[in-house]
């Protein structure tokens, strides 16, 4: 693990509940890893778990302050450095998926090295990761893959990680973007991995595992978006998927941040992803859609839910109103 | 340009002319940028150009000491220090593609401040990259793709420019690896390059240009090889070519470096490639065949050739045996 748990939730002074989402993702995702908050002077962001002080967080195990909250304004705030020093001085890790990073801030360098703890930085790669050598692994993997950016990948793998649990399953959500590394306290930050190692990293993410033991690997990206395409192929054969689980944003008008591209059609994406993902992997399946249905209402939602599994052929499925139920049991069959 | 030119071309103590190759390359394609060579005892490669000191090469104009041959064991050897100290000394700047970086030895850094020169690894990117915008560009550029890794992309681009300039057409060789880069004396070393930025270098390579100019870009990996295929994605959609040449080695056995992974065929990597590069360039083509007959002696290379040219359907030459002049044809038709 990157990340010493349990950890004491930064929360600071979030403008909102929408600052504070990698916090809600971890209180969400792992209750277990989470002692407490640590809340300051007009914070707009309430975990509902217990508020506690530096000292008291120690005192209850905490191992890592973990930075929950977005900064504004591309500095780390002197509020929030006071209480950084604090963390370090009674031992605690911090860790952090801030644009701004830890390490650049010389006082906390300095006490970090006095204290001997560990100034964490998710955003850059903490590891040497080799070259891909496209050796078959045991165990299985399923991935994520979009029509576009941001579409529900990280939330729609995490949630089946969940469902599969509760059924006692074997799986693990592999993370591969800062707020899943801050969420599961490991992973690789794939966007930030140097070229040649790419596949690599994620092959050194999900080495051999039981045969009955399932990696959901965290997608980044789309093989249709110009921009990051290139990691999301590295994902696709480093992950060597056993299945793939397609994932939309219905009323997205265009590739994000790309005006005049128009995403691909669900049918496009099952048969690119699957020629690529055979090169690999030559059993791969897709085997599910996850779709993000926030942007509509209950009626419209279920109406295209039922015509997208109507025309694929394959179980639909938004995992924030519905859960990710039949998405794990797909995977199971 | 990342390079001052001209050159003078060390070649040091190779131990036979394969290991000077990045020398021979540049001889080669650049030999108005080479104003001599600099070899030393035992020397085994020889580019039957002018033997020049380093004072010599200095009153000749050279402003770059280039490192056209590999080193062995890992170490540059204290015999090359002395003449990257000499050239320092002399005002020459150093550039090198070798694993082992000029940047790595205190006793070249502290000359090279000291007397104004600079150290150029062309493995490490030197420039801040953006993040791609998929916004069309003016001008032409064509993409050389494999169906592995190795397999005569680099040679390839560079003999369609040297046939395009030669029928006076605007052509520009644009290197993405560090051979390349040394021979052009600029480019991008994509492997190096962090993920979130591979395409948007390639875009930053590849910019707006004369209507009739053709980027003749050099292609890296393989979209069919699982170590490297992210990074020829990140090339295919930041090139965003109107022209795909298909790059082929007749004679692989497996994938390069991976028992057990065959080659694509002409047809899948055509169909694959093109479906891709569409998505940024729906223009884009595949206009001809580029065969890698070394291993075949002069019959079976002309019956090979003949062969994929009627099943493709494309031109199909070799262009180490019969130049590149089709392929530069096919580009203006």
Known sequence: MLLKTPYLLFIGDAVDPLAA????????WRPEFCVGQFRQEGCKADMGIPELSIEEAVAAGAKTLVVGVANRGGVISEGWISVFEQALRAGMDIASGLHNLLRDEPRLVKLAKEHGCELIDVRIPQVDYPIANGITRRGKRCLAVGTDCSVGKMYTAIAMEKSMREKGRKATFKATGQTGILITGDGVPLDAVIADFMAGSIEYLTPDNDDDHWDLIEGQGSLFHPSYSGVTLALVHGGAPDALILCHEPTREHMRGLPGYSLPSLKQLQRTALE?????????????????????????????????????????IDPFRQGADRLADALAE
């Open 276 to 316: 690529l993902a055979q090169v690999v992997n030559p059993d791969c399946k897709v085997v599910g859609v996850s779709i993000n249905t926030s942007q509509l209402d209950d009626e419209a939602a279920i109406a295209l839910l039922e015509q997208v599994e109507s025309e694929m052929g394959l179980p639909t």
């Open 21 to 28: 989402k990698v916090a809600q993702g971890i209180k969400d």
